[in-house]
């Protein structure tokens, strides 16, 4: 349809498209279709808007052609640790106890193993593979924040007109928890993705902070108070988890700055400037 768009303008026309996609599916197929909807907004714009999934160039900077192994560990430390760190918080003050491992759990980190990484790779191939490399034009770390804040409108029609997730807290203290947790992900994922040059690592992150809270939170833990440990301290974007994943950000971005890019890597190239 337009061959020559600019980075800018694919952008927008990217998050248009996935946010309405967001505000009309939110209710579909208990939001399956809004689950995979970054995906679908890629192929659109590949495939159909500027017509670069023709071409191996148009797949290839989406960063699926490395696996980037050397920052696997570093993935899973930054989300799976601070997700098992903030379960110990919040038996650490009291609020939750320790419980053995009972009732389906294996069945659903099974699930989970087949069924989370398809997910992250949905999102992830839009957020990290997509979109950020096409808001390179605004600096590395101002590219992180407005997908960040995209991220979160995205979330906001499954939050705020379905009762399956965040349902259940104070509206302001869960909505105001999740944005800047999203935000401090938005960082990691972000980093993650630019030191690797690879979307892989960002999947992995993602996958493991969604299963980690899902398996921990649900099955090896007991509280009477479950919005206190499952929304405000431990839950997937609680207060405990948002400090960890804060100080993983600042340390990655510490870390980042004393690493040059490749010269010969575009995305690399335009990302660190700024």
């Known amino acids: ?76 430390i930054t989300t799976a640790g601070v997700s098992a760190l903030a379960i110990v918080g919040v038996v650490g003050v009291g609020a939750a106890s320790f419980t053995m491992l009972s009732g389906d759990w294996l069945q659903t980190t099974l699930v989970l193993c087949i069924t989370g990484p398809i997910l992250a790779f949905a999102e992830e191939i839009g957020w990290r593979g997509y979109l950020q490399p096409r808001l390179a034009f605004l600096g590395k770390r101002w590219a992180m924040l407005t997908v960040g804040v995209i991220w979160i409108g995205w979330h906001l029609p499954y939050i705020l007109l379905t009762s399956s997730y965040h349902a259940e807290g104070e509206r302001l203290i869960v909505l105001t928890l999740f944005s800047g947790s999203v935000i401090a992900f938005s960082f990691v994922f972000g980093y993650l993705r630019l030191l690797s040059d690879s979307v892989w690592p960002a999947v992995l992150a993602h996958f493991a902070h969604n299963a980690t809270f899902a398996v921990l939170a649900t099955y090896a833990i007991t509280t009477d108070r479950p919005v206190l440990v499952n929304e405000y301290l431990a839950g997937d974007t609680g207060l405990f988890v948002l400090i960890g994943t804060l100080i993983c950000a600042l340390a990655i971005a510490l870390r980042a700055r004393t690493v040059t890019p490749r010269p010969s890597e575009r995305f690399l190239q335009q990302s660190w400037r700024g």
């Open 1 to 76: 349809m337009f061959e020559r768009l600019s980075d800018r303008t694919s952008a927008i026309i990217f998050s248009i498209l996935v946010l309405a996609i967001s505000l009309c599916t939110a209710n579909v197929a208990e939001g399956l279709v809004l689950a995979i909807s970054p995906l679908l907004a890629v192929l659109v714009m590949l495939l159909v808007v500027t017509r670069e999934g023709y071409g191996r160039a148009g797949w290839r900077r989406l960063g699926m052609g490395k696996l980037g192994l050397r920052y696997w560990p570093l993935a899973l």
